[in-house]
């Protein structure tokens, strides 16, 4: 093989890497369009949650967990400092002194549309249902990657058991299964949670804003962060000041992996070629200086 | 460990005439006989080694019973990753690398001085490859479901975890082809020593081709740690950063057991080997130094392009340089002066700080930089018993390096019947 | 042997190293302790810096003793360190002048007029340690800005009008004439100094021009307050101080002050006159005190020949005019610059119906209904709105403003109303005769029921709207405080019977199997008191509201023999087949979707 063809099948390659990449759909590869699917979602409006803690005690008695004590004398000290979920603590609120006064924030699971815990999955133990909620199976290996490429850091993991698993919240999806509300939406006297199609319930918390001028921060968070998630949150006060993170930007996590994942077919199919190619190249010339090369060692050899 | 002679063989006797043992009727027999120690087992190295590899069992066992939890590990539901998995999957990994360089300069390029080098290259990244698996089990909290990535329980192809899984799988089958010569040898089995050279080229090929997949997808682990990781130690070119600085891991390890072997298996090393060896480690230093000035460059350019430099100034920004300096830009610089003045010394020093540089860069983006901004009291350190267990594995590799060391024909020369098959 | 001590070296070098860097790594989320700041109580030292000359500094700034330099500098007066301009007048900069340009210049200007001075008088450090103190480099001093309000100039034209004789406004105001390019005194076009001395701002075309010339000359806010109110105060002083003696002293302050006022308590030494005439004290002006609107509200305005009541009409406008009663409104204003944002000028003559590049193309309607804007009517009120007092109910009333759809009539006929006269203040209305205690048995199985004091609840609000002038304009029967709770309008039943409506007319107790999305009783009570509570900052009884505190029990105790919790799902009240079975109207997906998943 002389020069000229090796450079041609290098330039093939390359070429093929190029165009392969642009011709590969730009979709994520876990995610979901969410364009033609109607996913379900709760609207957290944050202006009138008062921290009663019942839908922590609803959702401990649905999943069967401890329940909590949620008596004013156990929740002086429970909001005395943010919580995270546990794995025994599907939902956690959390009280924040803000320029408007207390309030008081439900957290858990996103459930975004495009989950990164879903895309990292190696067996798909964390599935994103058609109607949008994320939950777990139990052929997980235990991996852990779900924690590392959750933006919210909600899949949780039991240390101290032989047999650990996953926990986080299913968005009540038996629940779902059974046409009954999720129990935190069921419980809360306030109706500060409202579930309903995304939708739907996008376009309540869109006329919340626009029927309250001055009440609200203009901005439902969920709707565009990590390409948009099915719990949605208003608040009145800018989202950073109740424990939201503001760097999240509005890709998909999985678009994040996305781009190795689509060079790998590349990698694995023009690697062996480039190498066969670059062996074959050199072969001819090799086999020709051989003798001399085989010299220089006995020369080098001395040291 | 260094000087000491692990075992003491007095002369490693080469036979000329195959013995023709066959895998299935007469192995075991041979198996047998060829496990005995050679030499006095009752050394510093190996009581030491045993009893932390004796204590870390009794801590696996009890990992088994009672999770992943205290007392075992550190882990937390912020740093969910710890010590096994960075020491291993990201470490290990990258110093496997020098499995792939040296049959790609050998076997690809065909630069034939190279070829003593190739048998310790492969056995290290078999044997780490295989022990990666081992530690994967360890860390993982659900191990015994580990085989549904492989039977297909819900195959997860869009998972960068799944393909660095395969990859592992794969690459233990792949080192194990390259590496069968060597055991053809062992057992002095002609016809498994032809099909073994048959397949050399193939199998090289596959091999460096499942390396720079598992290189760059250790990197991918953690793209979507977007905004847990530092900004100086994240970046969406990690699956780059991670492949460049694996050669230079790689080799710079080759150039260690180089070190060590000519003082611990010298009795092993033939002259092939001898004589090669200085011009070796010249062009591996070579190959180091333009490395990491390749990846020192563009560890500053990816900064630069994400505008990190805006954190240097911080006390992760000190460590960063500390990384990026110390242990990347100096032992370049050392690697090159050793190449040019010709000093073992230098290259030799040069190759364990950018070892301890690889230790660090995995670390950091592992849990060193993992949700850095944390308050001290929720910080993530390795407990005593992930570093007890983690050492227990590297030492469990080595008997197992050594013991191959000593029976196969890795670093000495192959028997004189077996050289026909390898005209290539 | 060499090598080894080599090897040595560098792996002890990086082993601390990385020590060190470990240390750094794991310290990085907690922060550091927080840098030194001292209060305005500086007692006349000054951080001198000036980054705006250096950029970074090479050593710690140098914190100044100025009074110290006064007392040592006594005989020689200011002018010793500070320019003097054309006028006779010292200019409160330092140094004297810097010859050039850069940093080095500057440098050199400052050590030679300190060192320069220290050498000449012999006193004073002259090495750059004992000016230049690390120990005293994370020392901050800030003084908090001065602020001249109503009360203070009520203060300065009295004494003027003493010393000048009656409306002589030039001894400090002036406005520059851009075409005859000098400083104009002319009564009626005084003006506040932040208008064309606060460079930070933009300002509209007109002020621009002049605003333009003050910062090409650096005569910035801060500037021109020391140059003119601290070179007034220093040449009065000295005429106060030989003016006073012991008797007039005692006999001016007869009845007026408390003597410990100025015979300090356990000292013999009595505070000197200046001490409150005529402060020339950083600490005197720089008090990081303000007054409020509502301190300064009986205090005299400025007066420039505002009328009392201006008839606000526009030509070709819409609505009919509106009489603003100019005096009522600037007892509650703060400064004239609250409502007049860039000139002493009428709001038309900067705005019109299309709006001018002059007023920002802002159109007059907009001008006065902007809901957000500090300087309109309705943006205005919207700020009162949002007090304590009035929140409960007005936060969950929309604002009012131009762009309100279909608003009251009667809304905009309070202010449009058409007459050249201020209307005068409307009738205090009395609580009317309602129903007192109600009693709410919604969660009767749980709880007691909850006792709600609607008769005094009604009572609080009509004492509130009757004390706060805003609200008896516009408040003007009792309906309009029913409406706060009664949120809609009677349905043709209870308007007959002249009542408001009821919570449960409207609210199900249970989900509506129609709409889901409605608010439910149980949350349209909870949300309306507890909001209301919160927003008012009222707990029940009237103490404060404290979140910590049992908030279920201050309206109804949980029943001992009871069902053991409202949440336990077993026992809830909302019936749960009902919602079941019109769950599928709004499910996202068919059941024969869901039995496939």
């Given at each position: 093989m002389d020069r000229r063809t090796f450079l041609k099948i290098i330039g093939t390659g390359v070429a093929g890497a190029t165009t392969g990449s642009l011709l590969?759909?730009?979709?994520?590869?876990?995610g979901e369009s969410t364009k033609t699917k109607e996913f379900y979602g709760i609207l957290v409006d944050t202006t009138r949650c008062?921290?009663?803690?019942r839908c922590e005690q609803a959702c401990a008695e649905v999943n069967g967990?401890?329940?909590?004590?949620?008596?004013e004398a156990a929740n002086k000290q429970v909001f005395a400092s943010p919580r995270r979920t546990t794995v025994t603590e599907y939902t956690v609120t959390n009280r924040y002194e803000t320029e408007k006064g207390t309030i008081f924030v439900p957290q858990r699971?996103?459930?975004?549309?495009?989950?990164g815990c879903v895309a990292s999955c190696p067996v798909k133990a964390l599935e994103k249902k058609r109607a949008g909620h994320v939950i777990w199976h139990?052929?997980?290996?235990?991996?852990?990657l779900c924690m590392v490429s959750c933006p919210f850091d909600?899949?949780?993991?039991?240390?101290?058991?032989?047999v650990s698993n996953i926990q986080k919240c299913n968005l009540c999806w038996d629940r779902y299964k059974q046409g009954v509300l999720p129990a935190c939406v069921e419980v809360c006297p306030t109706q500060a949670l409202m579930a309903g199609t995304r939708r739907l319930v996008l376009e309540e918390g869109n006329r919340r804003i626009a029927a309250n001028?001055?009440?609200?921060?203009?901005?439902?968070?969920?709707?565009?962060?990590?390409?948009?998630?099915s719990h949605l949150y208003l608040s009145a006060v800018p989202f950073d000041q109740i424990g939201?993170?503001?760097?999240?930007?509005?890709?998909?996590?999985p678009e994040y992996s996305a781009g190795y994942l689509r060079a790998v077919p590349f990698i694995a199919t023009l690697t062996p070629l480039f190498l066969l190619a670059v062996n074959a190249a050199l072969k001819k010339g090799i086999e020709k200086s051989e003798p001399k090369t085989e010299e220089k060692h006995s020369g080098t050899g001395k040291h | 460990m260094a000087g000491e002679k692990l075992e003491t063989v007095a002369v490693v006797e080469q036979p000329?005439?195959?013995?023709?043992?066959q895998i299935g009727r007469d192995f075991w027999p041979f198996f047998r006989k060829e496990s005995k120690?050679?030499?006095?087992?009752?050394t510093a190295f190996n009581l030491l080694s045993g009893v932390v590899v004796a204590f870390s069992i009794l801590a696996i066992v009890y990992r088994l019973f009672?999770?992943?939890?205290s007392p075992v590990t550190n882990l937390s539901q912020l740093s969910p990753l710890g010590l096994w998995i960075g020491f291993y999957i990201m470490c290990g990994v990258a110093f496997a690398a020098g499995g792939a360089v040296v049959p790609f300069i050998?076997?690809?390029?065909?630069?034939?001085?190279?070829r003593p080098f190739l048998r310790v290259a492969v056995l290290n990244n078999l044997l780490t490859s295989f022990f990666c698996l081992v530690v994967i089990v360890l860390s993982?909290?659900?191990?015994?479901?580990?085989p549904n990535v492989f039977i297909g329980n819900?195959?997860?192809?869009?998972s960068v975890m799944f393909i660095v899984l395969w990859v592992f799988l794969l690459t233990i089958v792949t080192a194990a082809l390259q590496f069968r010569p060597a055991f053809a040898e062992w057992i002095g089995n002609t016809t498994s020593r032809k099909r073994a050279a048959t397949v050399a080229l193939g199998a090289t090929v596959f091999g460096i081709t499942l390396s720079v997949l598992q290189q760059t997808g250790v990197g991918a682990l953690?793209?979507?740690?977007k905004g847990k990781i530092h900004p100086l130690w994240y970046s969406e070119m990690l699956p780059v950063l991670f492949f460049v600085s694996s050669i230079y891991a790689g080799i710079s390890l080759l150039i260690m057991v180089d070190a060590i072997s000519e003082k611990v298996f010298s009795y092993q090393i033939d002259e092939e080997y001898r004589n090669s060896r200085f011009d070796v480690m010249m062009g591996f230093a070579k190959i180091c130094g333009g490395v990491m000035f390749g990846f020192f460059a563009l560890s500053l350019i990816v900064a630069q392009f994400e505008g990190?430099?805006?954190?240097?100034?911080s006390e992760m920004g000190y460590w960063w340089l500390l990384e990026i300096i110390g242990f990347v830009a100096i032992p370049g610089l050392m690697f090159a002066h050793g190449a040019q003045k010709k000093n073992m010394l230098t290259i030799q020093t040069a190759a364990v700080i950018a070892m301890v540089g690889i230790l660090m860069n995995r670390y950091n983006s592992v849990f060193?930089?993992?949700?850095?901004?944390?308050?001290f009291a929720e910080r993530y350190f390795p407990s005593a018993l992930e570093w007890i267990v983690t050492l227990a594995v590297v030492f469990v590799q080595i008997w197992a390096f050594r013991w191959i060391v000593n029976r196969m024909p890795v670093m000495r020369k192959s028997p004189q019947w077996a050289e026909k098959f390898d005209r290539d | 042997m060499r090598k080894k001590i080599l090897l040595l070296v560098i792996s002890v070098i990086y082993l601390i190293l990385i020590a060190i860097g470990l240390t750094l790594v794991f310290s990085a989320g907690t922060p550091g302790p927080a840098a030194q700041l001292t209060a305005a109580?500086?007692?006349g030292k000054i951080s001198i810096a000036h980054t705006e000359l250096f950029?970074?500094?090479?050593r710690p700034h140098v914190i100044f003793d100025h009074k110290l330099h006064e007392k040592a500098l006594e005989n020689e007066g200011c002018a010793a360190c500070h320019p003097v301009n054309d006028m006779n007048k010292i200019i409160f900069?330092?140094?004297?002048r810097i010859d050039g340009q850069g940093y080095k210049a500057a440098m050199n200007a400052f050590h030679d007029a300190c060192i320069g001075c220290h050498k000449k008088m012999k006193?004073?450090?002259?090495?750059c340690n004992n000016c230049h103190k690390k120990e005293l480099a994370d020392v901050k001093i800030s003084y908090p800005a001065a602020e001249f309000d109503a009360a203070d100039h009520n203060t300065h034209v009295r004494v003027m009008r003493d010393r000048f004789?009656?409306?002589?406004?030039g001894q400090c105001h002036h406005t520059y004439?851009?075409?005859?390019?000098k400083l104009v005194r002319k009564a009626g076009t005084e003006d506040p100094c932040?208008?064309?001395?606060?460079?930070n701002k933009k300002r509209g075309p007109e002020l621009a021009a002049v605003t333009s010339v003050a910062a090409g000359k650096g005569l910035s806010t801060r500037k021109v307050s020391h140059q003119q109110c601290l070179g007034c105060h220093l040449e009065l002083r000295d005429e106060y101080q030989k003016m006073s003696n012991k008797d007039t002293a005692h006999n001016l302050h007869k009845d007026k002050v408390r003597c410990g006022a100025c015979h300090?308590?356990?000292?013999k030494s009595v505070v000197s006159c200046t001490s409150c005439h005529i402060p020339t004290d950083c600490s005197k002006c720089h008090t990081g005190e303000y007054r409020t609107a509502d301190d300064l509200r009986n205090v005299p305005r400025p007066y420039?020949?505002?009328?009392?009541?201006a008839y606000i009409t526009i030509e070709n406008a819409r609505m009919h005019g509106v009489a603003f009663n100019h005096r009522a409104h600037q007892s509650y204003a703060?400064?004239?610059?609250?409502?007049?944002?860039?000139?002493?000028?009428?709001?038309k003559d900067c705005h019109s119906l299309t709006g001018k590049p002059e007023g920002n193309n802002v159109s007059i309607a907009k001008a006065y209904h902007?809901?957000?804007?500090?300087?309109s009517c309705s943006g205005c009120h919207n700020q009162m709105k949002a007090q304590k007092e009035c929140?409960?109910?007005?936060?969950n009333i929309a604002d009012v403003d131009v762009?309100?759809?279909?608003?009251?009539k009667e809304t905009c006929a309070r202010?449009?109303?058409?007459?050249r006269d201020a209307e005068g203040m409307p009738q205090a209305f009395a609580v009317p005769g309602v129903v007192g205690n109600i009693s709410i048995n919604v969660l009767e199985k749980e709880y007691d029921s909850a006792v709600f004091p609607h008769a005094d609840i009604l009572r609080a609000l009509t004492r509130i709207s009757n004390e706060s002038r805003l609200a008896t304009y516009f408040h003007r029967d009792v309906q309009t405080l029913c409406?706060?709770?009664?949120h809609y309008s009677a349905g043709a039943a209870e308007a007959q019977r002249g009542l408001p409506p009821n919570c449960r007319n409207c609210h199900?107790?249970?989900?509506?199997?129609?709409?889901?999305n409605d608010v439910r009783l149980l949350s349209a009570y909870h949300n309306q008191c507890l909001g209301c509570h919160d927003r008012m900052g009222?707990?029940?009884?009237?103490g404060a509201t404290d979140k910590e505190g049992d908030r279920c029990a201050a309206c109804h105790q949980r029943k001992?023999?009871?069902?053991?919790?409202?949440?336990?799902l077993k026992n809830a009240?909302?019936?749960?087949q009902n919602t079941a079975r019109n769950l599928n109207a709004w499910r996202p997906y068919s059941k024969s979707v869901l039995e496939n998943e």
């Open positions: 590969m759909p730009v979709q994520s590869l876990a008062i921290g009663c803690r967990l401890p329940v909590p004590d949620i008596s699971c996103m459930h975004c549309n495009q989950p139990s052929n997980c290996i235990g991996c852990r909600m899949p949780k993991f039991e240390y101290g058991r032989a001028p001055g009440q609200y921060v203009d901005h439902i968070f969920g709707e565009y962060e990590v390409g948009g998630a939201f993170r503001k760097d999240l930007g509005t890709i998909p996590y | 000329d005439k195959p013995a023709e043992i120690p050679k030499g006095n087992p009752a009672a999770g992943l939890g050998v076997n690809v390029l065909g630069v034939k001085k190279y993982f909290g659900r191990w015994w479901n580990i819900g195959f997860g192809a869009n953690l793209t979507m740690a990190d430099f805006a954190f240097v100034n060193l930089a993992y949700n850095w901004d944390l308050p | 109580d500086a007692d950029g970074k500094l090479q900069t330092f140094p004297k006193a004073g450090p002259l090495t004789g009656r409306g002589d406004c004439d851009t075409k005859e390019q932040a208008y064309c001395h606060d460079l300090l308590p356990n000292t420039r020949g505002q009328k009392d009541v703060k400064s004239c610059s609250s409502c007049h944002h860039e000139r002493l000028k009428a709001c902007s809901a957000f804007s500090p300087y929140a409960g109910c007005h936060y762009e309100t759809m279909n608003p009251k202010c449009h109303s058409g007459r409406a706060g709770c009664h199900m107790i249970d989900y509506d199997e129609k709409n889901l009222i707990a029940k009884g009237g001992a023999g009871g069902p053991a919790d409202i949440t336990s009240t909302v019936v749960k």
